[in-house]
């Protein structure tokens, strides 16, 4: 069953403006120790795709912290919520921490999607609860009540 869902859509110019004011701290303070490992790399190498992959991950912990409802309070912090990839590409959420116990507890999945154009970036992300074994077994059938 669906608990909540999430949109944003970010301006990359926005981001650049917040890197150029405040330097590397302001992409730690959004960006897990990965996802800052991965940014600087990129930044490295090709400026834009790090401006690229700082705005989608921006806009991804932004759906998610609106998906699960709570904005950003604690336990939803930047840092606890990275966007990985599955090999086939895919992006996924990994939690860490008290925002992990906290998400699991409530017995939830997320999906999210990011990307970005031009000078956007957007993501949505949908979160369910988990269904258990005994919502997932199949009713039973009107044969076995049979006088």
Same mark, same amino acid.
């Given at each position: 069953?669906?608990?909540?869902?999430?949109?944003?859509?970010?301006?990359?110019?926005?981001?650049?403006?917040?890197?150029?004011?405040?330097?590397?701290?302001?992409?730690?303070?959004?960006?897990?120790?990965? /996802?800052?490992?991965?940014?600087?790399?990129?930044?490295?190498?090709?400026? /834009?795709?790090?401006?690229?992959?700082?705005?989608?991950?921006?806009? !991804?912990? /932004? !759906?998610?912290?609106?998906?699960?409802?709570?904005?950003?309070?604690?336990?939803?912090?930047?840092?606890?919520?990275?966007?990985?990839?599955?090999?086939?590409?895919?992006?996924?959420?990994?939690?860490?921490?008290?925002?992990?116990?906290?998400?699991? !507890?409530?017995?939830?999945?997320?999906?999210?999607?990011?990307?970005?154009?031009? /000078?956007?970036?957007?993501?949505?992300?949908?979160?369910?609860?988990?269904?258990?074994?005994?919502?997932?077994?199949?009713?039973?059938?009107?044969?076995?009540?049979?006088?």
């Amino acid at each position: 069953m669906i608990y909540g869902i999430g949109t944003d859509i970010c301006d990359i110019r926005r981001i650049q403006a917040s890197l150029e004011r405040h330097g590397e701290r302001f992409a730690a303070k959004v960006l897990s120790d990965a /996802e800052l490992a991965t940014w600087k790399a990129r930044s490295a190498r090709w400026p /834009e795709r790090g401006l690229r992959y700082l705005a989608t991950r921006f806009s !991804a912990k /932004e !759906a998610f912290s609106k998906a699960i409802g709570l904005g950003m309070r604690m336990p939803m912090t930047w840092r606890l919520c990275e966007i990985g990839k599955l090999p086939s590409g895919q992006p996924v959420i990994v939690l860490h921490g008290g925002l992990k116990e906290w998400f699991e !507890a409530k017995g939830l999945q997320a999906h999210i999607t990011v990307t970005d154009e031009s /000078e956007y970036a957007a993501s949505f992300c949908v979160v369910e609860t988990r269904q258990t074994s005994a919502e997932l077994a199949p009713p039973p059938s009107a044969s076995s009540h049979a006088p």
